[in-house]
């Protein structure tokens, strides 16, 4: 079945930069775009943004333009997020999720990353 | 970019009650593309119902979902204990996807 296994939690100190991996299993990785989600506290869902493995095509919220960076390997079907210039307010849990159809229907665990000093 | 406003933020109900939630949009979506997501607590969201009215796999039947343009709901028709969690409108009418800050459902 599909699955999405996403790198463990992190602890990071201010001006760090981190990488995030999901890896894929039980579909073909390189045709469906992989997107990116953040979640705080009280803040809900955000989306940060998508890549499409095959091309290497991407999309970013404005937003996080800037901050966050997306990259995918075919050969072992996974996908990376790298945040940089941590700050406090990107303490939060990172999911990736594979998009069909415009919505997202398969979730990886999470990944809590910590932005302490 | 299309916010979606979903009310109410939290909502209280017994087992066997129907309950009803609701998700508005700034701006006109295609009901082809506004779906819920359902959340448990330290869980990852799970899609829920797809394309307004459609459920995911494993869903079961007393959920449904409605809306066209700017309105949007889902309903429960009898609830059960298993049901609380927090559920999340999202929808693609264009970049960025945009989600809306969920309902809370809680059980007595």
């Known amino acids: 079945q599909v699955q999405l296994q996403q790198s463990g939690a992190e602890l990071m100190k201010p001006g760090a930069s981190v990488k995030i991996s999901c890896k894929a299993t039980g579909y073909t990785f390189s045709t469906y775009w992989m997107e990116w989600v953040k979640q705080r506290p009280g803040h809900g869902l955000e989306w940060i943004g998508e890549i499409f493995p095959g091309s290497g095509s991407t999309n970013y919220n404005e937003k996080f333009k800037g901050k966050a960076t997306f990259t995918a390997d075919p050969s072992s079907n996974t996908a990376y997020i790298q945040l940089s210039g941590l700050t406090s307010e990107d303490s939060a849990v990172y999911y990736c999720a594979r998009e069909r159809s415009g919505g997202f229907d398969c979730w990886g665990q999470g990944t809590l990353v910590t932005v302490s000093a | 970019e299309n916010v979606l406003t979903q009310s109410p933020a939290i909502m209280s109900a017994s087992p066997g009650e129907k309950v009803t939630m609701t998700c508005r949009a700034s701006s006109s979506v295609s009901s082809s593309y506004l779906h819920w997501y359902q959340q448990k607590s330290g869980a990852s969201p799970k899609f829920w119902i797809y394309?307004?009215?459609n459920l995911a796999s494993g869903v079961p039947a007393r959920f449904s979902g409605s809306g066209s343009g700017t309105s949007y709901s889902l309903t429960i028709s009898s609830v059960e204990a298993e049901d609380a969690a927090t559920y999340y409108c999202?929808?693609?009418?264009?970049?960025?996807?945009?989600f809306g800050g969920g309902t809370k459902l809680e059980i007595k």
């Open positions: 394309s307004t009215s």
């Open positions: 999202q929808q693609y009418s264009g970049y960025p996807y945009t």
